[in-house]
């Protein structure tokens, strides 16, 4: 495997149910990345994480709950998501938190019912 | 008024065709600019990056940035079939220990070209 890639690659669930998205980056990058993005909107910046320490959280609701085990492995952990946090999900990589470059995994559809 | 913006089109053009993409900021700050592109079902995945105002090259592709505008561009010659995406910019402030590698994007421009 190389690169990033994220699982599942789609996700539908309730209000009511809690999930977990995966995130995984081959490159041996220090700085981890989790964006939103929405129909006709930008990307949104959710979390940043840096050596496994969190550097960032950019004002998300506490229904979207990041964790890093280490340089390599990101997830989020959802529950009792809103209809209106269905979105692409995407998480990204770079070489260090000063690094622009970022590199992308093919996201998560989530559809919240 | 957003920090940078983007026409999402979408924009159709023949093949063969020379295709302008273009972003306007408001901050100042910024300092890096980046053209990232974006298959369908598909990560963005970084096409161009530069540090300064002028013109920077790669094959068929320039980006173009015009700091005292605040308007920056990128173009496609001789387009294909296979360059039908979304094109986001994105602007940095910069390296320095916060950046935190934090781009700021614009919405993506639908475009696509066709036989």
């Known amino acids: 495997e190389t690169g990033v890639t994220q699982t599942p690659r789609h996700l539908v669930m309730g209000m009511t149910n809690k999930k977990s998205l995966k995130c995984e980056q081959h490159?041996?990058?220090?700085?981890m990345y989790w964006y939103k993005q929405s129909a006709k909107k930008p990307l949104e910046l959710m979390f940043v994480?840096?050596?496994?320490?969190?550097?960032e959280n950019n004002s998300v609701p506490s229904r979207f709950s990041p964790e890093c085990p280490n340089s390599s492995h990101l997830f989020l952990h959802l529950h009792t998501l809103q209809p209106e946090d269905s979105a692409l999900y995407l998480c990204?990589?770079?070489?260090?938190?000063?690094?622009?470059?970022?590199?992308f995994g093919s996201g998560t559809q989530l559809s919240v019912l | 008024q957003k920090e940078v913006e983007q026409d999402p089109g979408p924009l159709s053009v023949p093949e063969g065709a020379i295709v302008s993409l273009n972003c306007t900021y408001s901050?100042?700050?910024?300092?890096?600019f980046m053209w990232y592109r974006q298959y369908s079902r598909k990560g963005p995945e970084l096409l161009m990056y530069?540090?300064?105002?002028g013109n920077k090259e790669d094959g068929r592709f320039t980006a173009q940035v015009d700091k005292s505008s605040k308007y920056i561009s990128l173009f496609i010659r001789d387009s294909q079939p296979s360059d039908s995406a979304t094109y986001l910019c994105?602007?940095?402030?910069?390296?320095?220990?916060?950046?935190?590698?934090?781009?700021?994007f614009g919405q993506g421009t639908i475009l696509t070209v066709h036989p």
């Open positions: 990204a990589s770079s070489q260090d938190q000063t690094n622009e470059k970022l590199f």
């Open positions: 901050n100042s700050a910024f300092q890096y």
């Open positions: 490159l041996g990058h220090n700085a």
């Open positions: 530069t540090y300064s105002s």
């Open positions: 994105a602007d940095g402030v910069g390296a320095g220990g916060t950046s935190y590698g934090k781009l700021t």
């Open positions: 994480y840096s050596l496994e320490e969190r550097v």
